[in-house]
C-alpha cells in the first residue's frame, strides 16, 4: 500500500504538455480532458488506483 502511494507522489510535470487552456471554458477543457492521451491515461492510473484501495480495503475487513 505504501509503494501505491509512494508511485502518486512522483512529480510528472515534466509529462506535462504545453499551452494554456484557461480560454477554452468548462465544456472545452472537459473536451479536452478526454480526448488527450495524457489525461487519458491519468484518469485511468486514478481510477485503477481507487479501485486498488477499495478492493484491498475490502479484503482486510474481513
Known sequence: M???ILLTLIPTAALAHEGNHAQLGFFGNLH???SEPDHLAMLATATALVAAVLYFRKGRAK
Open 2 to 4: 505504501k509503494r501505491i
Open 32 to 34: 479536452h480532458l478526454l
